[in-house]
């Protein structure tokens, strides 16, 4: 039943989101509804149509829709949007997270508190300039800052990341840039148990810094037990995604299934007590939460503690057949409270991993039984490792494009000895907080810390087994479900019944893919992309892709994105010319050499390396009918040509401001 009820949960904060349902209509409709069920339920036949159930399925989708719209809260009358503070306003902001810093920023998001003095709701992303001199803000901080809220761009190329589609994900829609001068800190801002678990961590990590570890080491220490990634070195993070375990530097899931089963483990004695399973189930509760709050309380550890709290209850009730029904209670409870995190890819990732886990892993387990106990003990990991792949691997090619062939290799030799490190790792953590950390000790995990390093870069060299720039698209992620789905189902019942939606799902899967290949040989466009300090044109014709910029080594991911979304299989880098044919229009490049064409009435004239030019007399020599300028320009001079084209009349498009643009073809 929980499975369903989530389901419908689930289907109600998607429509609630892309729809932007008010709550108030789905608030009156399970007013209206529930007294019915209440009737229905009494009078139903059970052998007549199941009125009951339908009108149960209806209630939780508007209880989603409902859920969703009171985290997003744009509807709400104290909306910050609703009362109209979009200008210059003084803002009283309080720091709720505290996000990964850049080599610009350092970025915060904060919860409104008030705005021009009138109480207010709402989020604000909050960036500050770095500047090494000064503290970093800490959850819980609590500020005031005079400025006016600027909207999130889109993303400046084709098929880039989407920061904020991202962010409305998470109810953020402006956000507010300034340096930390501008800002007038509150002193005794009322704390949260979230601002003292953050707190707590980064004393921690402070106790961590005064021993010998390593720079690189002490980097994974706080990302595999506390979860900050902030002193990861990059190479070091593509080490552990490119051998397929950077699921290990995520506190998520995985570690706190580890620790929950070290504790079940260690607390097992209390079984033999009376009343000691619940006892047992208590405390293990109480301690996964104490990790959770060393950790930081951040929310991929309080989804993950959450869910494993519900696990750790059906390892309590010792009923396998209840464990899917446990985890979507989990998953159903997690998203009343938080209803956004339906959006996130660490989320959908853990339960994936998790359903996929409790179905698959017990049929690889029959399907082979090894009698010797250490082939035993390889084959149970590395099933498990396979289930879990097996339940994220669509949604690993959706986002991140790329499979890294030799996971097991990883998985095998790092996860058996994950709980070995994170029991040595808390170790260290308590004896460090407790001055009593000997030297020895912190020499020891240090070499264990380097040695995974190194298995981890070990792996990560093996470039051949890294397959990268696979096209997945949304429909490739549903139908790969299905062909997992069914593969599992028909191996474990090899029936004809079986093996036909099996089959039916490879070639729509198939299907498709020619579908999509076929769309791809039809088109032809010509595409003005933003980079800084270099021009770049795309000029796509069917499957190939011609990347012609002024210079070839400053592009960035721009063509590999644009390969991977439209599915290129050839890719060639051509040197910026002056003058093109685009269809029947022409496009005249004027660079820093200031050389105009020889005849006018141009239809698109593109402005780079910002040429020293009277521009209202290029514009009544050529007259131009669109006026382009990219980043390679410099500001000061985009802003003079823009008022220009205002008074000339001419649009003016700025990639900086506006980003790409799709030329027309025809």
């Known amino acids: 039943m929980s499975i369903k009820l989530t389901f419908w949960v689930v289907l109600g904060i998607v429509i609630g989101f892309y729809f932007e349902v008010a709550p108030l209509l789905p608030l009156i409709a399970m007013f209206v509804l529930l007294p019915i069920m209440y009737w229905v339920g009494k009078k139903q036949d059970r052998k007549g149509v199941p009125y009951f159930e339908m009108l149960t399925s209806l209630i939780t989708l508007c209880l989603g829709i409902f859920v969703v719209g009171i985290s997003i809260n744009r509807d709400m009358p104290r909306h910050y949007t609703k009362q109209g503070h979009l200008q210059e306003t003084v803002w009283h902001l309080k720091v709720s997270e505290a996000l990964k810093p850049n080599a610009f920023s350092h970025r915060y998001i904060t919860q409104i508190i008030a705005a021009d003095g009138d109480v207010a709701s709402g989020k604000l992303l909050f ?40 962010l409305e994900k998470q109810g953020i829609q402006h956000q507010i840039r300034t340096n930390y001068a501008a800002i007038i800190k509150k002193q005794g ?11 707590f961590r980064e004393h921690i990590i ?33 080490n552990y995604k490119n051998a397929g375990a950077v699921h290990i530097l995520a506190v998520s899931g995985l570690h706190v299934g580890i620790i929950l089963f070290l504790l079940e483990f260690i607390l097992a004695p209390l079984a033999r007590l009376p009343k000691g399973k619940s006892i047992k189930l208590i405390l293990v509760v109480l301690l996964l939460w104490s990790y959770a709050f060393i950790a930081g309380l951040s929310p991929s550890i309080v989804r993950a503690v959450t869910m494993f709290s519900f696990v750790a209850y059906a390892l309590y009730l010792n009923r396998p057949t209840n464990s899917f029904n446990i985890i979507a209670l989990s998953m159903l409870f997690i998203l009343l409270v938080k209803p956004l995190f339906v959006f996130q890819v660490g989320f959908q990732m853990s339960y994936a991993a998790v359903f996929a886990i409790v179905w698959i892993y017990p049929k690889l387990q ?22 879990a792949q097996l339940g994220v691997v669509p949604i690993s090619l959706f986002y991140f494009h790329q499979f890294p062939a030799l996971f097991f290799i990883s998985n095998l030799l790092i996860i058996p000895f994950l ?37 981890v870069g070990w792996v990560a060299q093996q470039e051949g087994f890294i397959i990268k720039n696979i096209s997945f698209d949304s429909v490739q992620l549903l139908l790969g479900y299905l062909i997992i789905i069914t593969l599992v189902i028909f191996l474990s019942k090899p029936k004809w019944k079986t093996v036909l939606p099996l089959f039916g799902g490879i070639i729509v899967f198939q299907g498709w893919m020619i579908w ?13 992309a933003h980079r800084s300090r270099n021009t770049v044109l795309l000029h796509q014709s069917g499957s190939s892709l011609s990347v012609i910029t002024s210079d070839s080594t400053n592009i960035g991911t721009i063509g590999t994105d644009y390969v991977v979304a439209e599915r290129i299989q050839k890719l060639d880098t051509f040197r910026l010319q002056n003058s093109y044919q685009i269809g029947e229009k022409k496009l005249f490049v004027l660079d820093s050499l200031g050389i105009l064409p020889l005849e006018g009435d141009l239809d698109y004239l593109l402005l780079t390396q910002s040429p020293e030019i009277n521009l209202e007399r290029v514009l009544d020599s050529i007259k131009p009918k669109k006026i382009f300028a990219d980043r390679s320009n410099y500001p000061s001079l985009i802003k003079k040509w823009e008022q220009t084209c205002i008074q000339k009349e001419i649009p003016f498009h700025y990639t900086g401001e506006k980003g790409f643009y799709v030329l027309s073809i025809n």
């Open 189 to 199: 801002a009322p704390k949260t148990l979230f601002g003292a678990a953050n707190n």
């Open 366 to 387: 029959k399907f082979w039984l090894p009698e010797h106990i250490i082939i035993r003990k390889a084959w149970q990991l590395l099933s498990v490792s396979i289930a």
């Open 127 to 166: 960036s500050l300039s770095v500047d090494s001199s000064l503290k970093r803000l800490q959850v819980d901080d609590e500020f005031l800052i005079y400025a006016k809220p600027e909207d999130i761009h889109p993303p400046l190329n084709p098929y880039q990341f989407d920061y904020r589609s991202y």
């Open 419 to 455: 709980g070995l490190i994170l029991g040595f790792g808390i170790l260290v953590i308590i004896l460090a907080l407790v001055d009593f950390l000997p030297q020895f000790m912190v020499d020891g995990f240090n070499w264990v810390i380097q040695l995974m390093n190194s298995v």
């Open 206 to 238: 402070s106790k961590l810094k005064e021993k010998n570890f390593g720079t690189e080491e002490l980097g994974v220490i706080e990302a595999l037990i506390l979860g900050k990634r902030d002193d990861i070195s990059e190479s070091t993070y593509n």
């Open 516 to 528: 999509n290949q076929f769309q791809v040989r039809q088109k032809e466009t010509v595409i003005l």
